[in-house]
């Protein structure tokens, strides 16, 4: 591996290591979830930490898998049991460089109910889909009894299936999964998730909604493309001058 390489790879690292703290800052994960980003230099593998708390991961936590989710390097720590939703997706959506797993708050009641769903209510949420988010429906394929989680490559292929073409996936009774183009890009995608459907709960207390229209979901998409860094450095002085970083 040349000196370029192992430095782009470095960097990949040090900033999905600041993608789990900012999550967890900005209350999208707590001691559970996960975030991901594929292999700049092999494209046929992901990054992500062991097992553990997102908030503790530090640069010697990060693994690195096959699509498989198999660990390249055999008899490590123990993976995350939901690996194969980021290696299936992976595999599905080349244009896809991050993944988010979470199960923040606001979101998980639009995974259960029937007849409303998560759609785009401010510019912020725009990438969301106007049609409404699509939920994925565990019980069609692990059967009435299964325990919501996403522990094969059958379940984890099912689950990008769903997600389809899409920027995010409920997943019912459990969460969300948010995929985007870069780790920057899956941050801001994981917590204006979050705070959309925040948004969008307390706006049905009120009346009906006026939601935005799909070619205002494109516009207000490509504006907000060129401001993700103005977020995430905010956001990132602000997990660093966390308690938990002391």
Known sequence: MSHAVTET???TIRELVDANHILFDQ???DGFGHVS???PERPDRFLL???MAPALVTEKDVLEFDLDGNPVVSGGPAPYLERFIHGEIYRKRPDVMSVVHSHSPSVVPF????GTKLRPVC???GFLSEKGTPVFEIRDFAGPGSDLLITSG???AALADSLGEGPAVLMRGHGSTVVAGTIRQAVFRAIYTEIGARLQMEAMKLGPITYLTEEETVGTTKTISAQY???WFLWLKAARNSPMSQ
């Open 49 to 51: 930490a062991r097992s």
């Open 229 to 231: 860094d103005r977020a």
């Open 27 to 29: 209350g999208v994960v």
């Open 37 to 39: 980003a594929r292999h």
């Open 9 to 11: 790879l470095t960097t």
């Open 111 to 114: 995974s259960v109910v029937t």
């Open 123 to 125: 510019h912020m949420c």
């Open 154 to 156: 059958m379940l984890g």
